[in-house]
């Protein structure tokens, strides 16, 4: 072995490899992305309230003292739902995670030396429910023990609707069918760089095919890939971990066109993204710096109920994370009239992307 000969590819190798845009991102920019997300997201450096509605059909000193304690405690952002207002249409209409009621018989127990029964009420999966249900006790707990330091007299009752089965694979179906079509924009950040390189395009516009048609017959194959791989994830969440999901036929075609919604507009975006440089390493580093934090904070893996205020306010500025909530709230809970303006949004959202990636987008060489 000649250490020059060693030392000449050392060199040669190195002058390659940071050549290599790719290659620098996912050997240094990419571990510092996860570090960053992860670490925004799980360190527990700052904690954010997250939100509780509550209704007291019981006015009364003790059930607004305890409505006062829970507000004290600084762990909940207490909303006070008026008497009037139907508590279950709120919940499925404003897809709450959290509601506290207060029912009308609490204060005659309390007073007549029974019990305060309290109900946690909602929509939300199980990991934020248990979370929600243990911190709500804790505080009860306290209560009664400052207040007679002895057995419970508060006692809080849970009714969170948790899917059909309140099993945690219920909604990750719905997460991993957003990473699925978020796969899509992926698709075409490599394919417009690399139709673009091999001269197809110019080949394309030879045939008399539009832009608009090449486009739509992309989408049209992706949507009937997806549909397949959807189907794939569905089957074996239910046959293989048991998840239950609301399946009918008005569940069903909602679900497609939230799926078919999602493509056009993730789809365009890849377009967008492709058309940033006939590079091929350069747009993969841009389609990684969109589709990766867009993957950890639109909750395809985990909820983000917990993390910072400041990474719950960005995920509400990002198209994925109403695409999974839409699905969460057809396929888990059956609940499509919540979701409706959702979906328009959503609809109107990818014919704008649409419009601006066939303007935008052009057959000719760079």
């Given at each position: 072995?000649?250490?020059?000969?060693?030392?000449?590819?050392?060199?040669?190798?190195?002058?390659?490899?940071?050549?290599?845009?790719?290659?620098?991102?996912?050997?240094?920019?990419f571990?510092i992305?996860?570090?960053?997300?992860?670490?925004?997201?799980?360190s527990g450096?700052s904690?954010?309230?997250?939100?509780?509605?509550?209704?007291n059909e019981?006015?009364?000193?003790?059930?607004?003292?305890?409505?006062?304690?829970?507000?004290?405690?600084?762990?909940?952002?207490?909303?006070i739902?008026?008497?009037?207002?139907?508590?279950?249409?709120?919940?499925?209409?404003?897809?709450?995670?959290?509601?506290?009621?207060?029912?009308?018989?609490?204060?005659?127990?309390?007073?007549?030396?029974?019990?305060?029964v309290?109900?946690?009420k909602?929509?939300?999966?199980?990991?934020?429910?248990?979370?929600d249900y243990?911190?709500?006790?804790?505080?009860?707990?306290q209560?009664n023990?400052?207040?007679?330091?002895?057995?419970?007299r508060?006692?809080?009752s849970?009714?969170?609707?948790?899917?059909?089965?309140g099993k945690t694979?219920?909604?990750?179906?719905?997460g991993?069918?957003g990473?699925?079509?978020l796969?899509?924009?992926?698709?075409?950040v490599?394919?417009?760089?690399?139709?673009?390189?091999?001269?197809?395009?110019?080949?394309?516009?030879?045939s008399?095919?539009?832009?608009?048609?090449?486009i739509?017959?992309?989408?049209m194959?992706?949507?009937?890939?997806?549909?397949?791989?959807?189907?794939?994830?569905?089957?074996?969440?239910?046959y293989a971990?048991?998840?239950?999901?609301?399946?009918n036929?008005?569940?069903?075609l909602v679900?497609a066109?939230?799926?078919?919604g999602?493509?056009?507009?993730f789809?365009?975006?890849?377009i967008?993204?492709g058309?940033?440089?006939?590079?091929?390493?350069?747009?993969?580093?841009?389609?990684?710096?969109?589709?990766?934090?867009?993957?950890?904070?639109?909750g395809?893996f985990?909820?983000?109920?917990?993390?910072?205020?400041?990474?719950?306010?960005?995920?509400?500025?990002?198209?994925?994370?109403y695409?999974?909530?839409?699905?969460?709230?057809v396929?888990?809970?059956g609940?499509?009239?919540?979701?409706?303006i959702?979906i328009v949004?959503?609809?109107?959202g990818?014919?704008?992307?649409?419009?601006?990636?066939v303007?935008?987008?052009s057959?000719k060489?760079?």
């Amino acid at each position: 072995m000649k250490l020059s000969r060693v030392s000449a590819y050392f060199v040669l190798h190195a002058k390659s490899y940071m050549r290599s845009r790719s290659a620098l991102f996912f050997q240094i920019a990419f571990p510092i992305i996860l570090i960053l997300l992860f670490g925004a997201i799980f360190s527990g450096s700052s904690y954010s309230p997250t939100s509780l509605v509550i209704q007291n059909e019981s006015p009364s000193a003790a059930s607004w003292g305890v409505i006062g304690a829970i507000n004290d405690s600084g762990l909940f952002k207490v909303q006070i739902l008026p008497e009037s207002q139907n508590l279950s249409q709120y919940i499925d209409a404003h897809s709450v995670q959290a509601a506290l009621l207060v029912p009308a018989n609490f204060t005659e127990n309390l007073y007549g030396g029974g019990t305060g029964v309290l109900v946690l009420k909602g929509h939300t999966n199980p990991t934020v429910a248990s979370a929600d249900y243990e911190t709500l006790n804790g505080i009860l707990t306290q209560i009664n023990f400052k207040v007679s330091n002895t057995s419970q007299r508060l006692v809080l009752s849970s009714q969170v609707a948790l899917g059909n089965t309140g099993k945690t694979i219920d909604y990750y179906v719905p997460g991993l069918i957003g990473f699925t079509v978020l796969s899509t924009m992926f698709n075409m950040v490599y394919t417009v760089p690399n139709y673009r390189r091999e001269r197809l395009f110019r080949q394309l516009s030879f045939s008399g095919l539009t832009k608009s048609e090449w486009i739509t017959a992309n989408m049209m194959f992706s949507f009937l890939m997806l549909v397949v791989s959807d189907i794939i994830l569905v089957v074996i969440g239910i046959y293989a971990f048991g998840a239950s999901l609301t399946l009918n036929v008005e569940t069903i075609l909602v679900s497609a066109v939230i799926i078919f919604g999602g493509l056009f507009f993730f789809t365009s975006v890849g377009i967008l993204a492709g058309l940033v440089s006939d590079n091929e390493e350069t747009v993969s580093v841009v389609g990684n710096l969109v589709m990766f934090p867009m993957m950890f904070l639109s909750g395809v893996f985990f909820p983000l109920s917990f993390a910072p205020a400041y990474l719950v306010t960005i995920s509400k500025f990002l198209p994925l994370t109403y695409f999974i909530n839409s699905l969460i709230s057809v396929l888990d809970y059956g609940n499509i009239s919540s979701v409706s303006i959702q979906i328009v949004y959503l609809l109107i959202g990818s014919a704008i992307i649409f419009a601006i990636a066939v303007r935008l987008f052009s057959w000719k060489q760079k």
